[in-house]
C-alpha cells in the first residue's frame, strides 16, 4: 500500500490459499494458527517483493488485533510487533470488520464516506452507517448467525464443500425461485422505525426451514437447487431490505457492501434494484478484496496512522471486541 488519504495504490495482494480448511469442512482452529505460523514469513516476503519493496521501504506495520481466532491473530500480532520494533517504525493494531469496510474503497473512488455500509462476512453481519471513516454509527447486527455461516451451514446441508456461499451462489442460478419460498427473516409488512427488529437480522430460523425442506424432499438431488435459490432469495431479501432502509432513513446515495458474501452478484443486483428509487449507488468489491486479505487491513491501518494513532508495544489480540469509532444510533 502507497499514498496518502484516499489516494492510495495498492503494491502486492498475496492471498494465502485456504485449502487447509476446506479438507476439513471449516476452520479448526488450532490447524488455522498453525498454518499461520508456518505462512507468515513467506506471505510477508512474497508481498514485499511482489511490490518490489524492502522492508526499509516500509513507514508502519498494520495487523489485525480483532476479532477472530485468537491463536491465528496472536501470530500476526506478534510477528508484527516484533517486526516493527526491530525497525524502529510503528506498528497499529486493526480491527477485521473496519478493513472490510475499507476493502471497496481500493478499488472505488466514490466508496468513501457519508455511506451506508452493509458487512457480510462468516463472522459478522453488520449495518452502518459511516459518517465519516471513523465514525461508525450501529444500525444493526445479526442476532445468530452471520450472513456467511448461514450460506456455509445451508451448504453443509446440501452436501456442497466449504466455504459454501459461492457453491450456492452457483447451485441457485439454476434453481426456480417458485419452488421453495422461505420468509425474509425480520422483515414485516407494518415494521417502523421504533421497532426493535426494524435494522436487525437473524439467520437461524431459515437455516431450520432449509433444514426442514430438506428432510422433507423426496428427490433432493432434483430439488437442491430449487432450495439453494429459496434460501438465496429469502437472505438476500432480508440484506436488502434493512440497507434500504438505512440509507433511506440517513439520506444516503452510496451503499459499499464488504466481507466474503459481498461476492455474491445476485446479492449486488438486488441491492442496486431496491435503491434505484432513493437514487443510490451500489459499490461491491471484487472478489479478492471481499474475501479476507491484508490490503484491507494496510488501508484502514493507514487510516489510524494519518491519524497520528498507533499501537504500544503491548498490544494484545482480542477474540471479540466492538469495531472502534462507534457512535449512538
Ligand atoms: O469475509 P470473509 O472472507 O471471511 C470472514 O471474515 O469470515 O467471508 C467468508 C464468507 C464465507 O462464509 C463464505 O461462504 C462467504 O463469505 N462467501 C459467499 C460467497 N463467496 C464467499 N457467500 C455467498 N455468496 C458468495 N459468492
Ligand atoms: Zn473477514
Known amino acids: 500500500m502507497n499514498g496518502t488519504g484516499d489516494e492510495v495504490k495498492l503494491e502486492s495482494l498475496v492471498i494465502l490459499s485456504q485449502d487447509v480448511h476446506a479438507v476439513f469442512g471449516g476452520v479448526v482452529p488450532e490447524i488455522a494458527s498453525r498454518a499461520h505460523l508456518t ?6 516476503n512474497k508481498a514485499l517483493s511482489d511490490a518490489a519493496a524492502e522492508l526499509d521501504d516500509i513507514d508502519a506495520i498494520a495487523v489485525t488485533a ?9 501470530v500476526g500480532v506478534c510477528y508484527a510487533k516484533s517486526l516493527a520494533f526491530t525497525r524502529s517504525i510503528p506498528v497499529i493494531g486493526v480491527h477485521h470488520m473496519e478493513g472490510h469496510l475499507f476493502a471497496t474503497a481500493l478499488e472505488h473512488r466514490d466508496a468513501v464516506p457519508p455511506f451506508t455500509g452493509l458487512l457480510v462476512s462468516g463472522g459478522h453481519t453488520l449495518l452502518l452507517d459511516v459518517e465519516a471513516w471513523g465514525t461508525y454509527r450501529l444500525l444493526g447486527a445479526t442476532r445468530d448467525d452471520a450472513a456467511g455461516e448461514a450460506f456455509d451451514k445451508v451448504a453443509k446441508l446440501l452436501g456442497l464443500p466449504y466455504p459454501g456461499g459461492r457453491h450456492i451462489e452457483s447451485l441457485a ?10 420468509t425474509r427473516p425480520m422483515v414485516r409488512r407494518n415494521d417502523s422505525r421504533g421497532s426493535d427488529d426494524y435494522f436487525q437480522f437473524s439467520f437461524s430460523g431459515l437455516k431450520t426451514a432449509v433444514l426442514n425442506a430438506v428432510h422433507g424432499s423426496t428427490d433432493i438431488e432434483t430439488d437442491k437447487s430449487h ?14 431490505e434493512k440497507t434500504f432502509r438505512a440509507a433511506k432513513e440517513y439520506g444516503r446515495t452510496r451503499i459499499v457492501l464488504g466481507g466474503g458474501v459481498a461476492c455474491n452478484s445476485a446479492l449486488v443486483e438486488a441491492m442496486r434494484e431496491r435503491t434505484k428509487e432513493i437514487g443510490a449507488t451500489v459499490f461491491a468489491p471484487k472478489p479478492r478484496l471481499a ?6 487491513i494496510a488501508r484502514a491501518g493507514l487510516f489510524h496512522f494519518e491519524r497520528g494513532e498507533k499501537s504500544d508495544l503491548d498490544l494484545n489480540a482480542f477474540a471479540s471486541q466492538p469495531i472502534p469509532g462507534l457512535v449512538a444510533a
Open 173 to 182: 442460478r439454476s434453481g426456480d425461485p417458485a419452488r421453495f419460498r422461505f
Open 291 to 296: 474475501t479476507d486479505n491484508a490490503a484491507m
Open 227 to 240: 432450495i439453494a435459490r429459496g434460501f438465496q432469495d429469502a437472505l438476500i431479501g432480508s440484506l436488502v
Open 66 to 74: 480483532a476479532p477472530g481466532l485468537i491463536g491465528a491473530l496472536l
Open 39 to 44: 505462512s507468515i514469513v513467506p506471505v510477508v
